[in-house]
């Protein structure tokens, strides 16, 4: 049974910093991408970065690039999510996905997590 389980939400003011983590299981991911998006109350599911599990260069979306980076965990199949000078605009559940191929496109992923919430204060 595949499980990607999220973990490291929370609240923080603008201007601080979280990191998230995403751990993968019940089959191999070495050959997958791991990738992040979220979801705000009222919009639709925003890609926000991914990297191939087994390594590869990363992959980010707009309103993130230069804030936030992606990276493997030194345990087997877990992925990072470094996210600095968070902004109000920032807060959304943000849910952790894998698939056979990189895409910007939340439909097409095959596994998802439960999600973790992120709330910034400003």
């Known amino acids: 049974q595949v499980q990607l389980v999220e973990s490291g939400g929370g609240l923080v003011q603008a201007g601080g910093s979280l990191r998230l983590s995403c751990a993968a299981s019940?089959?191999?991911?070495?050959?997958?991408?791991m990738s992040w998006f979220r979801q705000a109350p009222g919009k639709e599911r925003e890609f926000v970065a991914a990297i191939r599990s087994g390594g590869g260069i990363a992959h980010y979306g707009d309103s993130v690039k230069g804030r936030f980076t992606i990276s493997r965990g030194d345990a087997k199949n877990t992925v990072h999510l470094q996210m600095n000078s968070l902004k109000p605009e920032d807060t959304a559940i943000y849910y952790c996905?894998?698939?056979?191929?990189?895409?910007?496109?939340?439909?097409?992923?095959?596994?998802w997590g439960q999600g973790t919430q992120v709330t910034v204060s400003s």
């Open positions: 019940g089959r191999t991911f070495s050959t997958y991408y």
């Open positions: 996905a894998a698939n056979t191929y990189m895409s910007v496109y939340s439909g097409e992923y095959e596994y």
